[in-house]
Each structure stands twice: as C-alpha cells, then as structure tokens.
C-alpha cells in the first residue's frame, strides 16, 4: 500500500512539473543573457525563417531548416513551434507538424486563433480521426467574417474526410508497400512514374541533381524536373534509372505523366499556356521531341496536367481544370484522331472538388483516378471505377493503406493487377518523395482448419472434416497481354511492322500498333470477351495471323509470341489463324471474313501471286475422312476467292488430311495446332 | 460394447432353451442326439467362459454327432465371430438358416459377420431381413442405419435411427446416431436435441459432447458449443480431438489465442496429430505469426504428406513472408485437391509452372 501511494504521490508530482513548466519560454536575453552568440544565432534563424514563412505566397519548405535550427537553441517556445507545425502541415512530411503543434498549445493555449483547426489538421494526418473530429469541432467558433460560411463548409468537409478515414482504416486493404529501391529513387523527389502494361519499362519524373542544364528552380529552390527511365533486368530488378536527355528533357520542368501500354509512347506535361500536354513517339531506342497534342484538348489559359491513353491509343482521358466543369479539376475523354469536343465523363466521376492523375487499365474499362471528393479520407485519395454496361460504377476508394489522409495522386497499375506504382512520403523512403510499389495481396486468403467427430456410437474410427466454407476463387484483371518480338525470319533481324488489332465477330479493326523499329518489341492489350484476330504486317513481307478468342471473363494471362515475317518467295508457307468452319463441316464461319478478305487484298494487290490453299486436320478420326474434310475446307476459301473475283487459273486446293502435322498430335495443343488452314506460294 | 451386450442377449436365449433339456437326460448312456446337446451345453459354459477355442472344439463335435442342430451352427457361428473367423463364421450362419429359417438371430449374426468382413452391401439385406421378420428388435434397425450413415445416405440412416428409437425408447446409442444424421442433413436444431436425449440416456456418452458442441457450432450457437466443449474437457482431459476443436471453435470466435492455447495442448498430448499442428498454423496466420505458421504447417505436411489444407496454409504464410515457395504450396494443395490453391498462385503473380 505504501508502495502505491508513493507512486501515486511520484505521478502527480510529475503532472504538476509538467503542467507548471507549460509555459512559453521566449527568446530573451533574460532567460538565454548566459549563451549571447547562440541566442543571436536563433534570432537570425528566425528571422530568416519568418521571411520564407510571410512571403506571398509563403515558402513553408524554405522556412523549416531555419526554424528547426533555432528550435533546436530553444524548444519550449510556442509561437516557434506553431510555426514549425504549420510549416511541417505544408511540406511532404505533414505527420510531423502534430507533435510541434501539441507543444505549441501547450505552451500557449492562445498561441492562435485557429489553433484547433491546425490540432485538427495535424491529427488527421496523423491518422487519428476522432481526436481530429474533436478538433476540428472546436475549431468551428473561430470562424468568422464574411468568410465563416464557406469556412464551416470546409471544416465540415475535414470532419467528413475523417470519418471516411475512420470507416476505411476499419478494412485495411491486404498489400505490400515497397520503396522501388536506390536504382530508381534518389535523396531527391521522385513522382509520377508510369509503366508499361508488363511493367518491363518505367518512366518517372525527378528533380534530381544530375538533371538537364542543373539548373534550380528559383520559386521552390529544388532541381528541375527531369523524365527518367528504368527498365527490368534479367534477375527482374530494376535497372539504374537513366536521365532520357534531350530532347525530351529541357533545361525547365519536363514530367511524364502517361506511358501507352507498349511504351511506344509516352505523354509529358509542360508548363506552357498554364499547363498543356504533349506526346512523344519512341523510335528505336531514342524518344522524339514531344508535340503539343492540339486545341482539342489544351487550352491556351487552363490547366491541362495528367493523362492516359486507352489500351487500343485511340482515346485520351486528360485532367483540365478549364471552365463548364463540375468544379475544379476534371477528368475529360476525347477521341484522339477525331474531331468532336472532349466530353467531361460526368457526375459520378468528377466532383466539385479535384480530380487527378487519370489510368486506364490495359482491360479497357478499369479507370484509376485521384479525387479529394468522393470518400476521400484527406487531400487526393485514389478511386476505381468500371465502365460497364455505358455507364461508370460509382468509384471505389483503394483503401488504407493505400490511400493516407495526405495526397495519394498519379497511380498507375500493371495489367496483370498485381502491382501498382505511386509515389509518396514515408519515413522508409531515400529521402524527399519516392517512388513505391503496391503489391496488391487480394482479399485475405482464409486458412483451412481440419477437425474429426466420432460420428457413430458404435464406431471407434472418428470422421474428418475440413472446416470453414471453401473460399472463393479469386477475380483477376481480365486482360491478356500479348507480347514479343517480330524478326525477319530470314535474316532474324528486329523488325518494324504493324500489327493490326481486328475484332472477327464484328470484322472491325480494333488497334493498330507499331513494333519498335530498333528491338522489334511490341505488346497487345487484349480485354476478355473478343474473338481477336491478330494480323502483323510489313510491306514486303506475307502478313502473319494469329488468333485469340478470350471469352467474356478470361482471367489475366501473359502471352509472348515471337513471330517471324517471311518474304513473298514461291514454296513459302502462311497458316491462315483466323479461318474458321462450323464443326465438322467445310462451312466458313462470319469471323473469316477479315482473313479472307486480307487473302483477297493480297491476290489483288500481288498480281502474279498464285496460291495453293491447302487444309490440314490433326489425328482424330479416321484417314480418309479427315483428308476428303481437309479438301472440302480448302476448296471453300478458293471458291470464296474465285467469288470474289480472283482468277481461277492461280488458285489451286489441297486437303492433306493429318500427313503434314505442324506439332506432335499428342496433346490438345498440338492437335489445336494442326487444324488448320494454309497457304503455299506456288508462283509469283 | 453394444455388440457385444446384443449378442449375448441373443444367446442367452438359445443357452435357457438348451438348459432346459439337459435336466432331462443322464450323462452316461446317451443316444447320439443328446450326446451332441451335451457337447453343445458344455460349449455354451466355455464360451460364457471366453474360452472360445475349447468351446469351437465342443460345437464341433456336437455338430459330428447331429449334423441338422441349428443351434449348435448358431453358436459355432458366434464363437468363431469371437474368434475373428468371420468367412466360417458366416458359412456357420448359412446352415443355421438352412436348418431354422425363421428365426432372426443367424441373419442378425451373419450381417455382423459380413459385416466385418466388409461386405456391407450383403450386411445390410441381413439387417433388413431381421427388420422384417422381427420389426420390434431395435438393434437391426441400428445397424443398418450405421451403415447406411457410412454410405453417406444421411436420410435413410436417419430413417432407420427413428425405427430404433421407435423400437427401444431408452436406446441412446440410436438418439446419438440419429442425431449425427441430423447433422449431416444439415438439421442442426433436431441434431442438437437428440444428442442432448442420448446424454440423458447415457451420462457417460462422452462423446456426445464432442458432437453435440459440433451442432451447436453449425447451428450458430458458438457460445453453447464452447459451454460443450469446456464440460467434455473438465471430465476427460487427455483427449487432444477434443482440445483440437474446442479450438477450432474458438478459432471460429476469432478468440485466436484461446486457439492457440487449445491446438498447442492437443499437440503436447500427442504430437504426431497432424490436425491440431495445422489448426495451430491457421491460428498463428490469424495472429500474423506467420514465421510460426509456416513451421506448424510444414510439421503437419512432415506427418501427413498428403495433407491438402496444410500446404495451402502454408503457402498463405509463405506469401505474408515473402517467400516465393507459397507458389508451389499452393499448387501442391491443388493438386491433392483443394481447387482455389490453383486460383491464389495465378492472383499472386506465380507466372507459369
């Protein structure tokens, strides 16, 4: 007993030290008359603190060192630390401003007038919603002026972000969250990265101190903003990030802020005109000058800032802020090769306050897009929403930890949905903003308990069973990526060809795209629930077909194909992917129509070109049945030819049953593979 | 131990009647027929003895001496049951029929026989016969419904528990069967009624306990499933099944460290369960312990190699981890046949096989 009440008597001696020393020590000679040079020393610090602090508008990030150095002479003054809180709640590192502003109103519980709002502020990004609700509730009164309606809206506003917070922070979201590491982030800024749809390329924006022309920027102090790039190496990590030089970085600010899913081309953000976008092709190995992407969508005044391609590049979605929006910043989508206006994409996306940092997902319907409306919990959270049967879903915030109660702006995510990329201040980064990777884990994967029950009485031996509902599969991006390198198959070098998307239901080009002319490279997006026909082509060259018919619904897959183009020479052999006959019959189906029709363009166009068409079946059945089958079909494409108006006399037909197998008949694969239909070069 | 008690009881029957005869008769001078009922008789003594080999050896002679004495095959039969020679045992019951076809004592002996024999198919037609021609005999009822529940059909057995219980009121191995059909049919409320009847029948049926609290935890009532579940194991404490689902109830109640306490038990009582280590794996991933869920599922993977569920727990943990082998764990699962194992390695970026 003793004992508790001398601990008793210790605790409240140390309530009464603390509370009675809660008082503002200023910089005077009478308290700090024994350190002359160190007090002058802060008072200079302070000084050129307050400059940077009361500047129009004021440079919160320039103030800090020199409030912090004098802080560090003297920590118990409250207007110091007032400042150094209100400073922090202005920087990157906004967490930090709650432990200043604490001391200040403890120092000085006048310190200023609207110090709850600022308690509230500092809480809130602290992540602690109900003291912040607490806060910002008694921050209410100090409003005043003509000004207090639209500031109790505001703090309004504050108090609904923290309970969005509260709810959200409730479900955390199952990821990892991964600094990208020194071969990408530096002690400097980066943000803004972008990928491509295999996340093989990365591009980033940097301020770091190798960028073009080294140059500060006067306003903020820092380097100019360079684009960087990275691209995965053989062990699958990231390779050291290279400045892309001119001419896509200047001497000013140049920042990415889109990537085509090939990473053919990329859009970049210039300061011109208040803020426009540009484009940039890669050639080879070397991206060209950006070009300022038209009137359709910058505006000579307005801020036109990020922005995204759909998965085919015939689409843009832009951020603009310009007039007859929904308020602030708003997302818009136009039809790049098109002439019609952008169309602003309406209530359920856009809000009165900002949008930002827009994404489209290689499935073409998933949008990811930063708002501070919506459930946002603090400053831009991330949102996605689906378009689906035409119109949007009503955006779902990504969650915490994702999102944070500070900005969480231009995410992007892989197609295979697995990882995402933003950027962001944490305490693990290199310093200053960093660049991380999400690893989305999914809803939580749920154990299996097994437990036994001696059922019968009369039995000794006890029943097992598994407990718990089985869970349920787990929905993937529904996406294939394919992807690979087109050759010439003679001289096996790189080639540049198009490759040209068609939908065969529909007999309708869907994308055409280019490979790189240096690598040969290119990548597909190919969204489920398309009879895809694929056609690559080069002049000079037979078109290659391939074909991929991914029901509504298929599961994300990552497909490579190489495909090697061979020239028009007689005895060269072209499997037609994308002819297709009713079961068992010689009957051609609707979705030939475009292969037979770029069969067609070739006779036309390649007079002396004669074919022989020529049908294959794999092993099943018997013999005789599968070659008079295999004949049938052939004959088929040359009577549709000959209708067409293709000479007879340079089409011949063959039906070779299973005597010429392309793979081994052994399994579904190669069976698959053998049922087909070709063409041969006969003369030319 | 039912079997046992029914068989005697059946028995007892044929031993009274034979009794009866041999006050009648004298020992020294006897015609072949009675010779052969004081064999018999002296082979009832040794089998009430449990000597079982003396008595087959009496039986057998009293068959030498009067080849169509039914019950003599009867008690043959039941000896070598005893014995574990269930084929002659069967071959026994075969003339015993042969000789006395109304009676329901051989088809009960030979659906016991067959029975243990595996064949259960034909076990169950003896059952089914002695329902016919004795319907009040609760036991046949009984144990077609054992085996009818084995067979998975719930409903039938369930049917076959409501005869017996109908037959013999007081019959608490019935109730608890009956009950565990209930179960199975998804009937959690009747289920958890009829085992109740049982204890009340039968105090000492532990197990319906165990059982009960099994009901009650389907049924929604965790609460009392937990009550069940204390009461079993403040009367019997070395049982590690029962710590084993006491915690997974209490896993359920997302009291994971109660779970944890009850699987770590199990295991001290007997380390070779492989349950109660991969519960104890699933508890841990719960309380993201996922360094000592990982080494719990790979000791339930090293007793069980074929054990589904511990490799897609272990590959959960292996993910929490890091570590890029929960890709092959949950593959492995699927292919002992837990499906989704397929499902998580492609949203986890496994790429191909």
Redesign the interface.
């Known amino acids: 007993m003793q004992t508790f009440l001398r601990i008793l008597f210790l605790l409240g001696a140390m309530l009464w030290a603390i509370f009675s020393n809660a008082q503002s020590v200023e910089f005077s000679k009478d308290r700090f008359g024994s350190d002359k040079d160190g007090l002058k020393e802060a008072l200079r610090e302070i000084k050129e603190g307050d400059s940077w602090y009361d500047s129009d508008p004021p440079r919160y990030e320039q103030a800090l060192p020199h409030y912090l150095a004098a802080q560090k002479f003297n920590p118990d003054n409250a207007r110091l630390n007032l400042r150094i809180g209100n400073s922090y709640l202005h920087s990157g590192f906004k967490p930090r401003a709650l432990a200043y502003l604490q001391k200040a109103v403890q120092l000085n519980p006048d310190v200023d007038p609207y110090i709850h709002y600022y308690l509230g502020r500092g809480l809130q990004l602290n992540a602690k919603w109900a003291e912040a609700i607490a806060e910002y509730k008694a921050s209410i009164p100090a409003a005043n002026g003509k000004n207090a309606p639209a500031q109790i809206a505001a703090i309004q506003r504050k108090i609904t972000e923290c309970e969005n917070g509260r709810q959200l922070m409730a479900k955390p979201v199952r990821v990892f969250i991964d600094n990208a590491g020194p071969a990408i982030n530096s002690p400097y800024p980066e943000y803004g990265p972008v990928i491509s749809a295999d996340e093989s390329v990365i591009l980033f924006t940097s301020r770091r101190d190798n960028s073009t022309g080294q140059q500060r920027d006067p306003e903020t102090g820092g380097f100019f903003e360079d684009i960087y790039q990275s691209t995965r190496g053989a062990n699958g990590q990231w390779t050291a990030a290279r400045n892309l030089g001119a001419p896509v970085n200047t001497d000013g600010h140049d920042a990415t802020v889109g990537l085509a899913p090939d990473g053919q081309r990329m859009l970049v953000y210039s300061e011109d005109n208040g803020g426009d976008l540009e484009e940039a092709d890669l050639r080879g190995a070397a991206w060209r000058k950006p070009q300022k992407m038209g009137g359709r969508i910058n505006t000579s005044k307005y801020h036109e800032s990020s922005a995204a391609y759909t998965p085919d590049g015939r689409n843009l979605y832009f951020v603009s802020d310009k007039a007859g929006g929904i308020g602030n910043r708003d997302i818009y989508k136009i039809e790049i090769e098109g002439r019609g206006p952008a169309v602003n994409l309406g209530p359920t996306i856009n809000t009165p306050y900002g949008e930002e940092g827009v994404f489209l997902h290689p499935d073409g319907k998933t949008m990811y897009f930063s708002s501070e409306g919506h459930n946002s919990m603090g400053g831009y959270d991330i949102f996605k929403s689906v378009f689906e049967n035409g119109k949007w879903s009503t955006p779902e915030n990504l969650g915490w930890p994702i999102n944070t109660p500070d900005d969480d702006v231009f995410f992007v995510i892989s197609a295979s949905g697995r990882h995402g990329y933003y950027s962001s201040f944490r305490d693990d980064g290199l310093g200053s903003k960093d660049i991380y990777q999400i690893t989305f884990l999914g809803a939580e994967k749920q154990p299996l308990l097994s437990q036994e029950d001696q059922l019968l009485a009369s039995r000794i031996q006890p029943v097992k069973e598994t407990l718990l509902a089985p869970p349920v599969a787990i929905a993937t991006a529904q996406v294939t990526i394919l992807k690979g390198v087109v050759t010439d198959e003679a001289s096996k070098q790189p080639l540049e060809a198009t490759i040209d998307v068609v939908d065969n239901s529909r007999n309708e080009l869907i994308a055409s795209f280019r490979s790189n002319a240096q690598s040969g490279r290119y990548l597909v997006s190919l969204p489920s629930g398309v009879n895809y026909g694929i056609v690559v082509r080069q002049e000079g060259y037979l078109f290659h077909s391939e074909n991929f018919d991914l029901p509504t619904g298929a599961a994300y897959s990552e497909v490579v194909k190489d495909i090697a183009l061979k020239k028009l020479d007689v005895g060269v052999k072209v499997v037609l992917n994308n002819i297709f006959f009713d079961f068992d019959k010689a009957t051609l189906r609707k979705e030939s129509t475009a292969e037979l029709e770029r069969l067609q363009k070739l006779m036309v166009e390649t007079p002396a070109l004669r074919l022989e068409i020529s049908g294959h079946t794999d092993n099943v059945g018997k013999a005789e049945y599968n070659k008079d089958l295999s004949q049938r079909r052939a004959k088929a494409v040359v009577d549709y030819l000959v209708a067409k108006g293709i000479d007879k006399a340079r089409l011949t037909f063959a039906g070779y049953g299973d005597t010429q197998p392309v793979a081994p008949n052994t399994t579904k694969g190669g069976r698959q593979l053998n049922r087909r239909t070709e063409f041969k070069v006969t003369g030319k | 131990m039912?079997?046992t008690l029914t068989l005697t009881a059946a028995f007892g029957l044929t031993v009274a009647a034979a009794q009866a005869q041999v006050d009648t008769v004298r020992a020294s001078t006897l015609p072949p027929a009675q010779q052969a009922e004081k064999l018999y008789n002296s082979g009832v003594a040794k089998y009430n003895s449990k000597s079982y080999r003396a008595a087959l050896l009496d039986f057998d002679k009293a068959l030498t001496l009067r080849p169509d004495f039914a019950k003599a095959y009867y008690n043959r039969a039941t000896t070598r049951y005893e014995l574990k020679d269930y084929q002659p045992a069967v071959e026994d019951y075969n003339q015993a029929i042969r000789l006395d076809p109304a009676g329901f004592t051989s088809y009960f002996g030979r659906a016991q026989a067959r029975e243990a024999l595996g064949q259960t198919a034909e076990a169950e037609l003896d059952y089914g016969k002695v329902t016919e021609v004795k319907p009040d005999y609760a036991p046949a009822w009984?144990?077609r419904g054992?085996l009818r529940?084995?067979k998975a059909d719930y409903a039938a057995a369930k049917a076959d528990f409501d005869a017996a219980v109908k037959a013999d009121p007081t019959y608490?191995?019935a109730y608890?069967?009956r009950a565990?059909a209930e179960?199975?049919l998804n009937q959690f409320p009747a289920a958890v009624q009829d085992y109740t009847k049982?204890l009340s029948l039968q105090p000492d049926?532990l197990?319906?306990l165990?059982?009960r609290a099994?009901a009650r935890r389907r049924a929604g009532d965790l609460k009392g499933a937990l009550a069940d579940y204390n009461a079993y194991l403040d009367k019997k404490t070395d049982n590690p099944?029962a710590y084993?689902?006491r915690g997974?109830a209490r896993?359920?109640a997302a009291d994971y460290k109660g779970a944890v306490a009850d699987f770590t038990q199990a295991i001290q009582l007997n380390d070779q369960y492989?349950?109660a280590w991969?519960?104890r794996?699933?508890?841990n991933?719960?309380l993201e312990d996922y360094k000592s869920?990982a080494a719990d599922a790979t000791k339930a993977i090293a007793l069980n190699p074929q054990y589904a569920?511990a490799y897609?727990?272990r590959?959960?943990a292996r993910?929490m981890l890091?570590d890029d082998q929960a890709c092959q764990d949950w593959r492995k699962a699927a292919e002992l046949g837990?499906e989704?194992g397929t499902?998580?390695a492609?949203?986890?970026?496994c790429g191909p096989e």
């Open positions: 039912l079997k009984y144990y054992a529940f084995e608490a191995y608890h069967d565990s179960r199975k049982a049926l197990p319906a165990l059982n099994a099944t084993t689902n997974a896993y359920e492989a349950f991969n519960n794996a699933a508890a991933l719960k869920a569920e897609l727990n590959g959960h993910e890091r837990l989704i499902s998580y492609a949203a986890s970026g």
